[in-house]
Structures are given as structure tokens and as C-alpha cells.
């Protein structure tokens, strides 16, 4: 996707658009978060997660097979579906929340506050759940139920809880005949066990009804025999894998309820007609290969568009190439509202997509930026994927990949680590060596390779799809201002006499012999209490 620098607000509808501006566009937007769900719903052929609510949504819309979020981190993610930029450019390198203490860059401007501005106080916006981004200036809603005024559990698994709060939003919209934008952040089915596990791993229990759980009023908990469940080739084909499953889906089914709710009181308030529904998830599942990684599995995402115009696509699939990124113009462009002048963003918008299925193009690529995680997980990637190859750059290669908090103490990660140290065999396609160990670069052909097993960076044959692919990369990266564009192998010099003409000046690292890594030969075997 192209960087837009837009700065004048005449020809904002045209560029947001991509060509497509209607006067009979959705008045409102209902933009529904998932935290670290994949396609664990029957519209994307999982046959044994029960989605009916969310099925019936894609039955009403249309269905994206080739979505992808640009990062795979959670606050990371929420900011890029808010402000249009990459993590590198927005400033939101890692998690928000605690020691973390990760925000947006102060001139960063976000969706509530763009709406605000650009329709003179005209467009109520609203977060119900997890909002996770900061600062709170730089991300001002005009109606706030998240976990900074309530515990997260309760805003953001309570789904009679998010409800009410929708049905009040709602009627306040109704009531001064405003047009809306409401986010609802779903906290399901990220994990909690490392936190809470008397609830279970991924809070599966919790307001279920079963004694000292509480009890959901609206929530009919669906429980899932794990010996009944197939597992993914991307996992460990355990039973263990299979328990963390079940109890995924169980949370999945309570996400499920909750928009077949929030969707009911839509059409109760009268404001389905007129209104753009949209479903994604801000990363992929907590699972090895999954978030914090660029591979398939951390950044593909579920997206769901439907819109109440009659001549909207419904009952379809796109193969269109959708990021994220493209989720804040096509709020735009749904309000035909232009961005402020001078605003960068990359993306483009997707409501054209609704009518017409574009053309595919081999050379279609979406981008990639991961830093951080947790603050302590400085491993910093870029990746660039087109229809067919990815190209994944680490940048702090020579370290070992890092495990965040509530991955570390799951019980699948807790069976890959302790096969390790016993060295016994798992029925995985990966080692734990080659999980953590990762070269500088990465590349893959998808459609040969969808588990991303074989890596092609060294074989002649795809020299000149290397060199292609790193020089679009690097072009992102500088059109993005990425402050890592140069590393690991040269610094960034963009002040002073190189202020006009940035340079990446070399470390000299190809004069420098590297030893090879030393293997640990003492483990402590952590015991999860």
C-alpha cells in the first residue's frame, strides 16, 4: 500500500475512495475487535468452533480471505487500526499497558479525534472493552467503557456488560441524531492463565455459571470435547494443544454471543439500515507461530465487511489484498470525511471492494513492523508479502527470539520447552532451536510453503525475487520514516548536514567475523504453581 500525504481536503474523497464516493454511504460504523483471534469460525471453514452470530455475519458481507495486520502485538495493533500507521511511524513499539508504558508519538492524531475535527463535533465516537492505547489525548473518545474505568474481564469478556453499554451509546446516537463510529474491544479470547488461572487458561470459566466462576446472564457457555478436536498443522499435534483448544473455542463462542447481542441491539435502536459492520481481530492467536511473529499465523487476520447499502456485495469472498492499515480511511471514507491536512497514513480504503472485486496483481504486497512486545522483547522485524513470497527481515538476528509473559507459562509452550530440556521427541515441524534462532532474513514462497519451513534466501534461483522484494521493503521503510530503515548494519543519519538527503552510514560489520553461538547447557525447568 501506497503512503498518502493528503493536504487538501477537496480532493480527500477521492484519494480516501480510491475513485468510489457515494452519497448513500453507511452513516455510522460499528468496527468489532477481537483480542488474538484467528480463524477459529465456521465462515472461514473451522468445523468445529460454533460461530453462528459471526457466520451470519459474513453471510450478510463480505468475507476477506487475504487480510493481514501489519503488526502482531496487541497495543501495536489497536494504534495502526486508529491512526493508519505502521507501529514504527505511529511510535506505539510495544504494549501500553504497566512497565510497558508504550504511547503513539504526541503529534499522532487518531480516529475519534480526526472524526471529531473533521465534522465539527458532528460524529459521536464511542470504545466499549479494551481500548490499550495511549495517550489518552491522542486517542479522546466521546464514550468511554474500557479497563480504565472497569476491570478488564468485566468490560471486556461480559458481554451482558458490553451490551448494556452499546444499548446506552446507542441510544444517546439515536437521541441527538448524530451518525457514530463505536469500536467494541472483545478481551476473548486472548489467554489469562499466567494471571488468573483459577478461571482457566483463557478464561474460559469465568462467568460461566460453574461454582465460584460467576455467572453471565447472557452467555449460554458451549463446552468443546478436546478429544474430539483436530489440530492445526501450524501446532503440536498434542493433547495438550488440544485442551488449549477447547478452551480457546469456548471463549470464541462467548465472542460469538456477544456480537449476535451488540447486532440485536443495532437493529433494536432502528440504526442497522444505515450503519457499516466490520470484524477483525488485532493479531493471531497466542500460540507458537502465532502472535508477536510476522510468519502467517501471527499476522493473518479475519475481516468481515458488511454494509447496509443494497448494492453491497454479500454472500462472497474477496482475494483482495486488505491490511489493517486500510481499516482508518475506510472509516473515512465511509463518513466522506477527508483526514486533516498533512496527515500520513498508509492504506487505502476498502469500501470500493464492497461493489467490485479488483483485479489481482501478482505484485500486490502488504507490509509488516514488528519492535516490541513487551518491553523487554527488543526483536525488532520488517516484512514485505505478496501474493505469492514473504520476505521477513530480523534485524536482531544474532539474539534469540523472545517469549512473552502469558505464552511462556501455557501449557503448550510449557511441553515444547520441557520436550527440549528432556530431549524427547514432539510431534511438531519445528524445534525449539530453530523457534528461537532465526536468521537475518526469511524468505518464503506461500503457495508452495504455507508453514513457512523452507527458507529460500540462499538459493540462486530466487536472487532476483531477494533483491525485488528488499528494495520494496526498504521503500516502505522510508517512505514510513521507519527510525530502523538503516539497521542492524548501518546508522541513520537524517539530521544536521544530512537533514534533505538521509544516508545509512555502515558499522563496518562485514569486516567482522561473528563467533558462533554458544549452546546453554544448563536449563531450569520452570513449574507453573
Not at 117 to 139: T, W, Y
Not at 260 to 272: N, P, R, S, V
Not at 341 to 353: A, H
Request: charged fraction near 20%.
Amino acid at each position: 500500500m501506497q503512503l498518502r500525504n493528503l493536504l487538501g481536503i477537496v480532493l480527500g474523497c477521492v484519494l480516501l475512495g480510491g475513485g468510489y464516493c457515494s452519497t448513500n454511504v453507511p452513516q455510522n460504523v460499528l468496527l468489532l475487535v477481537a483480542d488474538d483471534a484467528g480463524f477459529e469460525m465456521g465462515a472461514y471453514l473451522n468445523k468445529y468452533c460454533q460461530t453462528p452470530n459471526l457466520d451470519a455475519l459474513a453471510r450478510n458481507g463480505l468475507l476477506f480471505n487475504n487480510a493481514f495486520s501489519s503488526v502482531s502485538s496487541c497495543s501495536p495493533s489497536r494504534a495502526q487500526l486508529l491512526t493508519g500507521q505502521a507501529s514504527h511511524a505511529s511510535g506505539m513499539y510495544g504494549l501500553h499497558q504497566g512497565v510497558h508504558n508504550f504511547n503513539v508519538l504526541p503529534e499522532v492524531s487518531s480516529l475519534p479525534n480526526v472524526l471529531r475535527a473533521q465534522s465539527e463535533g458532528r460524529i459521536l465516537s464511542g470504545i466499549i472493552g479494551k481500548k490499550h492505547v495511549g495517550a489518552g489525548s491522542n486517542f479522546r473518545f466521546d464514550f468511554e467503557q474500557t479497563e480504565e474505568q472497569h476491570s478488564i474481564n468485566q468490560i471486556g469478556r461480559n458481554i451482558t456488560k458490553i451490551k448494556e453499554y452499546a444499548r446506552k451509546f446507542l441510544a444517546r446516537a439515536k437521541s441527538e441524531a448524530r451518525p457514530f463510529f463505536l469500536l467494541i474491544g472483545f478481551h476473548d479470547p486472548h489467554r489469562c492463565g499466567h494471571i488468573t488461572p483459577q478461571y482457566g487458561e483463557f478464561c474460559e470459566r469465568w462467568g460461566s455459571g460453574e461454582e465460584g466462576m460467576g455467572t453471565i446472564p447472557d452467555w449460554k457457555p458451549i463446552y468443546y470435547d478436546w478429544r474430539n478436536l483436530e489440530v492445526p498443522a501450524w501446532l503440536p499435534d498434542t493433547d495438550v494443544v488440544r485442551q488449549e483448544l477447547a478452551a480457546q473455542y469456548m471463549t470464541i463462542s462467548r465472542l460469538d454471543q456477544g456480537v449476535g447481542l451488540l447486532l440485536h441491539e443495532l437493529q433494536a435502536a432502528g440504526l442497522a439500515e444505515e450503519t457499516l459492520v466490520i470484524y477483525t481481530s488485532d493479531n493471531g492467536p497466542p500460540f507458537p507461530g502465532g502472535r508477536t511473529n510476522l510468519y502467517e499465523h501471527g499476522i493473518r487476520a479475519p475481516l468481515i465487511l458488511s454494509s447496509p447499502q443494497p448494492d453491497a456485495r454479500r454472500r462472497e469472498t474477496s482475494a483482495a489484498m486488505a491490511s489493517l492499515l486500510d481499516i482508518y480511511p475506510s472509516v473515512l471514507d465511509a463518513f466522506q470525511l477527508p483526514p486533516p491536512n498533512g496527515t500520513r497514513f498508509s492504506g487505502q480504503s476498502l469500501l470500493p471492494v464492497l461493489h467490485k472485486e479488483p483485479e489481482p496483481v501478482e505484485s500486490d504486497a502488504i507490509f509488516g513492523s514488528q519492535s516490541y512486545h513487551e518491553v523487554t522483547m527488543a526483536y525488532p522485524m520488517r516484512m514485505v508479502r505478496n501474493r505469492r513470497y514473504k520476505l521477513i527481515h530480523n534485524l536482531n538476528y544474532w539474539a534469540d527470539f523472545p517469549i512473552d509473559q502469558d505464552f511462556y507459562t501455557s501449557p503448550t509452550f510449557q511441553q515444547i520447552l520441557n520436550a527440549t530440556i528432556r530431549k524427547q521427541p514432539l510431534p511438531w515441524y519445528r524445534t525449539l532451536r530453530q523457534y528461537y534462532q532465526r536468521p537475518e532474513w526469511e524468505l518464503y514462497d506461500i503457495k508452495a510453503d504455507t508453514l513457512e519451513r523452507i527458507n529460500l534466501v540462499d538459493k540462486p534461483k530466487y536472487n532476483a525475487t531477494l533483491k525485488q522484494l528488499r528494495q520494496k521493503l526498504f521503500k516502505w521503510q522510508a517512505e514510513t520514516e521507519d527510525p530502523w530503515r538503516c539497521a542492524p548494519h548501518a546508522v541513520l543519519q537524517d539530521q544536521g548536514v544530512f537533514k534533505q538527503d538521509p544516508v545509512c552510514l555502515t558499522l563496518g560489520h562485514e569486516a567482522l567475523q561473528r563467533p558462533q553461538r554458544k549452546l546453554l547447557t544448563q536449563y531450569e525447568e520452570y513449574l507453573v504453581v
